[in-house]
């Protein structure tokens, strides 16, 4: 959310300062002129100020501590109260919304009875015969009318009290309503609560997630709760009383766990969508049998040179695009979200600018999508799409969408064969779409859509979002202590290495110093590992050495400790490490140049030459090594030897700036300038535009030691530094 201005007053809450908070609070109402919770705020004042009397008197009372947490929570629900009329007064979307929804939501009563109607006015109509067909739009159309003002009304609600919810959390699970309606009742809720929480609200979406008899119901709630901005457990203590009875659920250990790498698969989608625009469907576009034009589609002619100049073309298009299809399956199963590109810019109907269709479950009677659905009735396309598609709502939506405006122009041959499951391309089978995993995935990619592409989408808190530089964990909900004890070890340990597959040390990090397990060594490791990558050498340093004084998953503890060692310079220590390691692992090509790299820098150059000639000999092509042996020559003054070397690096097509710097180095210590010029000439050509000089001048202070002990001064450094 753009305009979360109330949160200095949320962290004062946190932090016990009620007076400042109070204080706060009035005055930021009064500047926006939001004057509906003057008098609420009024009355905790007054209790405030009541129960400072009484301490400043020196009156014991031992209801003090509750009463004082009791006056946090009521002002922390008219904070939240004030920022949602706030947002009433400056987005449009909930302003709309909320006028749309006052006109229902005062009588909860008609809400239900108008839900269980429904279900019985589509019983009878069924029975009606001839006339059923246009009664039962008319029914949909109503019935759609109907429950968009109830979800307005539900997410653009304030603070709830026990009756309602209590009523709603009942209406929600109970069997006399659609269950398209329970789901999208589950949205609303959900959608409020993320933007401002509310223990009855989160506490309804446990009770449904644990009661519920659909699996979509549960799925749901499970985001809704899961993915709530959790608070203060000791403000909210009723929140850590909950999570904790859960903790003794496996199944809700394994769902946390796999909605949490789902997220990370759902921000994953448009580089997967850039894979699959690079990688796979030029072959499909190449390899299919029609054109697609202005006025149409229609099938390519067949080339009659073709069968005499290759015979196996088509056999191997064919075997082309099967293994495409294959490839794009095999993503989808693992979890990608492959469709996410192709439908984006199907998100532009006017369908979407109703912000609870961004929600509703896909159904072919849905008025929105009447016309498109007249179109397609008289082939088994829609149903098809309903049935075997492996879309989420919001893309089978899209689909039947775009469809109205291109089924005139498809030719004949075409639509019977949209008629088939076929024509939806790769689709998942029955059993596994019944998974919960697959169920969760669908409404997660529905709702990404939401915060990623709906126009007003910077209107609410966004729980999938993330920061390029990783650093930024919101999308992390585990990394909230609240959840501490809610995951089994085997999943902290799968969801840790899934994080830094992914190079999310940030996420990796926040999420072992909440759940690892101090005794477990493999946790312990790769916490050591993300510390290593955020450059936080110290705590790596203190993993790292407690792993292997305990003798557990040496090879990788000690491996990790001689890479922090280099990293901090103390080349001495890391070398008697990858020294070790080698006695162990004699042929490991890493550890030996490591341990060389160490060793030149504890201008041990003799020592090693050996390990460098070593692996010369045994990875001639290998640049690295070239690179590691080439240096190790120019410092032990094997001058003519360094050329060679530097020479062959620098004619690669792998070059680096620095073998350019190195080989400068190389000829000028022997006297050769002309080329010591050009070399540092090209060393400055492949620097950012205007400081290749600058950072030239850089490199030789670092070898001031080196260039003096061979005789070139700071008067030589700075002639040639001109002579460029």
């Not at 009942?170 to 949205?187: E, V």
């Not at 119901?217 to 904790?244: C, H, N, S, T």
């Not at 008629?419 to 697959?438: R, W």
């Not at 909230?480 to 995951?487: C, E, H």
Request: glycine letters at 4%; a negative charge.
């Amino acid at each position: 959310m753009t305009n979360q201005i109330f949160n200095p007053i949320r962290r004062l809450i946190q932090e016990k300062r009620l007076g400042d908070a109070l204080h706060m609070l009035k005055s930021m109402l009064a500047s926006n002129q939001i004057y509906s919770l003057t008098d609420e705020v009024e009355s905790i004042e007054n209790d405030y100020e009541l129960m400072l009397n009484y301490f400043s008197q020196g009156f014991a009372d031992p209801q003090r501590k509750t009463l004082f947490e009791s006056l946090l929570r009521k002002t922390m629900k008219c904070v939240n109260n004030g920022e949602l009329a706030f947002q009433i007064k400056n987005w449009p979307v909930f302003g709309y919304a909320k006028s749309r929804g006052d006109r229902i939501a005062a009588n909860r009563e008609e809400v239900r009875r108008k839900l269980e109607n429904f279900m019985s006015d589509l019983a009878i109509n069924q029975l009606m015969g001839d006339t059923a067909e246009n009664q039962e739009q008319r029914i949909y159309e109503e019935h759609h009318d109907f429950i968009t003002a109830v979800f307005d009304a539900l997410w653009t609600g304030g603070q709830w009290g026990n009756d309602e919810a209590e009523f709603y959390t009942r209406l929600i699970l109970s069997p006399t309503i659609h269950i398209n309606d329970a789901l999208m009742l589950t949205s609303a809720v959900q959608l409020s609560l993320h933007n401002f929480f509310d223990s009855r609200k989160w506490l309804a979406m446990i009770e449904i997630y644990r009661k519920a008899g659909d699996e979509r119901l549960r799925q749901r709630a499970l985001v809704g709760w899961a993915l709530a901005p959790m608070p203060d457990a000791k403000l909210y203590p009723e929140v850590a009383d909950k999570l904790k009875e859960l903790s003794f659920d496996d199944i809700t250990h394994r769902q946390l766990t796999g909605l949490q790498m789902q997220i990370y698969f759902c921000l994953n989608a448009e580089n997967d969508h850039e894979e699959i625009q690079r990688e796979i469907m030029p072959n499909l576009i190449k390899n299919n049998g029609f054109n697609i034009t202005r006025f149409g589609i229609t099938e390519k002619e067949d080339d009659p040179m073709q069968d005499i100049l290759n015979p196996h073309a088509e056999e191997e298009a064919m075997e082309t695009m099967e293994k495409n299809f294959q490839k794009m399956m095999d993503m989808q199963k693992a979890g990608s979200d492959i469709y996410f590109g192709g439908f984006a810019q199907m998100k532009r109907f006017g369908f979407f600018q109703t912000l609870a269709n961004w929600f509703c479950p896909f159904y072919i009677q849905h008025p929105d999508i009447k016309t498109s659905a007249d179109k397609l009735k008289n082939s088994r396309f829609m149903q098809n799409l309903f049935e075997h598609g492996p879309f989420c709502d919001s893309d089978k939506y899209s689909f039947a969408l775009a469809m109205k405006s291109v089924i005139d122009r498809i030719p004949e041959n075409m639509r019977e064969m949209m008629d088939s499951q076929e024509a939806l391309g790769p689709t998942l089978s029955e059993e596994e779409k019944k998974t919960t995993a697959y169920i969760r995935r669908m409404y997660l990619q529905d709702l990404y859509r939401f915060h990623k592409l709906f126009s007003d989408r910077k209107a609410f808190r966004n729980p999938f979002e993330s920061e390029g530089n990783g650093q930024h964990t919101e999308e992390l909900f585990l990394r909230n202590r609240i959840f501490s004890g809610l995951l089994l070890d085997e999943d902290v340990t799968a969801l840790a290495q899934f994080l830094m597959k992914r190079k999310r040390f940030h996420a990796m990090a926040e999420l072992l110093d909440v759940h690892a397990n101090p005794s477990n060594p493999q946790q312990s490791l790769l916490k050591a590992w993300a510390y290593y990558h955020l450059q936080d050498y110290e705590q790596a340093l203190n993993l790292f050495s407690s792993v292997l004084e305990r003798q557990l998953d040496i090879d990788s503890a000690r491996k990790g400790l001689a890479k922090v060692l280099m990293r901090t310079g103390r080349f001495d220590e890391a070398s008697i490490q990858y020294q070790t390691l080698l006695e162990g692992n004699p042929d490991n090509k890493h550890y030996r140049l490591n341990l060389t790299i160490c060793l030149i820098q504890q201008e041990k150059y003799d020592e090693a030459l050996k390990h460098a000639f070593q692996l010369g000999y045994e990875h001639p092509d290998d640049s690295n090594v070239k690179r590691v042996l080439a240096w190790c020559l120019l410092h032990s003054d094997k001058r003519e030897q360094a050329i060679k070397e530097y020479e062959t690096l620098t004619a690669k097509n792998d070059a680096v700036k620095d073998d350019f710097l190195n080989e400068g180095y190389c000829y000028w210590v022997n006297g050769r300038i002309p080329k010591a010029i050009a070399a540092f000439r090209k060393y400055v050509g492949m620097c950012e535009s205007n400081k290749g000089k600058e950072l030239l001048r850089n490199e030789w202070m670092k070898e001031a030691d080196f260039l003096d002990s061979h005789g070139i001064d700071e008067y030589q450094r700075n002639m040639l530094l001109d002579a460029l």
